[in-house]
């Protein structure tokens, strides 16, 4: 391949994007270290929402360095909303925008030998153990792994997947998986009840790529149970950040791409989101949290959608505790034009409705009452948008542990 048509082409890393500025740095880094295996190459990054690149810039930067052939790789350790949804939307739109543009998707990051090495290397150098010369069996200590946890059935299947290869080749004394997301069980809950197996010594080691709030819930969970169980040594693994093991992973995912092995086998992300979105099964549209380009009027909150986020968090912050939370918050009676299944068997409307997208696209998860799940974790900083999908049974019977702004910082790590 000559170097024009090299220069023609170009990397772009797709990530979630968080609130906090640690997280951004370090997937910069991700971002350097795969720059470093294709110095030939532009390679970009961007998020989805919180964080600026958002991926909007991140593919203006290769289209202005003249790129015409993107290889996008969506940061993401499983194929959830996100990777399946959210990504293929947005580089889509963009695509369409942009004739003579080709954007080609990978697959997520996955439990490639690289991931899983990378994880294992992590927990070994959190035993201070080398892992080119580990032993032969830990069995004298329980590995608890931490998973993101979603509304994406299969995704929590990997990460507990992940568990049992590692605990097979590390050989644990007994491996379980908890989630910090919106799924059970949760980490807490999970904790206190794997305790109950008697190991003095239990690993933590959460399966996320980045620090951020939830890394730092986690720490904070983790630290308040191992005060109250000083008999116990808890050891808490480091996350992957950018492990030289993390970054042939993600360089794989581009090779993928580079050598057309998605034309082939099982249907490709990209190709499973167009033949979704044509039977009308996703919608297409912005985060709500995206960061804003100033110079850029097409994307963001509207101004409806400020004011009515603006209006529920003052109303939680007045609301009478007393009462049925949620539905009862606000005297403007605006339907949210959707309802939720939930476990119970009946459907639930949120009363407090909009017409426009939410824009945040986190899925309905069936089990959100679970009593080890998502309500565990209610007034230590869950999302607004799980929020929502509380019956108001549920709500009623956690209302001592709400706290009105379901933004503030969780309680484990005030």
Known sequence: MSNKEQAKKGIMICGHGSRDKDAEREFGLVAKGLKARYPDLPVEYGFLEFSAPNIHMGLDSLVSQ?????????GMLFAATHAKNDIPSVLTTYEEKHPGLKVTY??????QD??????????YESLGLDPENPPQNLYDTMLVVVGRGTSDTSANAEAAKLTRIVNENMGFGWADTVYSGVTYPSVGVGLEKLMKLG????????????TGRLIKRIQGYVDKVAQENPS???IQTPYLN??????DAFQNRVEEIMQGELQTGEETLMNSFKRRLAAGEVDVHHHHAEFVDPQDDTQGLSEFDTKHFTNLVQALDHADHGHSLVLKHHDHSHDHGHSHDHSHGHSHSHGHSHDHSHGH?????KHIGHPMGPRTMIGEGICCCFMGQFTDEILEEEKDKIEGDCTKTAFAHR
């Open 199 to 210: 190991f003095k010594r239990i690993v933590v080691a959460p399966y996320f790529l980045f």
């Open 242 to 247: 950018d492990h030289p093991r993390v970054i």
């Open 114 to 123: 690289d991931m899983v090495e990378a994880f294992q290397a992590r927990i």
């Open 232 to 234: 116990i040594d808890f």
């Open 106 to 111: 990978g697959r997520e990051l996955g439990l």
């Open 66 to 74: 003249g790129v015409e052939e993107i290889y996008a790789v969506p």
């Open 361 to 365: 696209s986190h899925g309905v998860y």
